[in-house]
């Protein structure tokens, strides 16, 4: 499988594992966004279901956790918080990251998903080992002492938006009745 991705306002030809991590990433973003077709932002801040979750704010999280996890194949676990010491005000902006706020607009939204998302594209491409790891970052979630791939975590941020892309299809469809599929 061949793939043409754009690196640095030029393409690249990758193939292999590379290819298909790029095709699986696409294929997840684009259902996940294909929800907020013809949107407006008081409808992306809509709950439609008991979930507090809304479009907007499911595009939001969705950037914060890849630009999140993309930090770490980078920098390592310094990427990410430190959970053990999160304050209140650390919980309050993170529970904003789920929500589209007042001064918020789903057209910059998805810019910025789209921002991150050529930032990880960019980095399957150009990453000379997808093998490199790091130790997870302590946090309950995590064992202790547990390490993770790069080639681990982009399969994760692909599960993540595949989730939130189902997620994001049931809130739609309850917002106004459109379906990404069938």
Known sequence: ??????????????????ADLLAALAQSRHFLRFTTRDLTDEQARLRTTASELSLGG??????????????????GPSAMPDYATMSEDDYSSW?????LLPDETLAGALAEYEKVARRTDELVVSLPDL???????AA???KPGERRSARRVLLGIIAETSQHAGHADIIRESLDGAKSMG
């Open 95 to 99: 529970e904003d990251g789920f929500r």
């Open 58 to 75: 499911l595009i939001k999280h969705v950037t914060e956790v890849e630009r999140s996890w993309v930090d770490f194949i980078l920098n």
């Open 1 to 18: 499988m061949t793939v043409n991705t754009p690196s640095s306002h030029q393409t690249s030809e990758v193939t292999g594992e590379r």
């Open 131 to 137: 093998n490199v790891d790091h130790p997870l970052p």
């Open 140 to 142: 309950p979630w995590f």
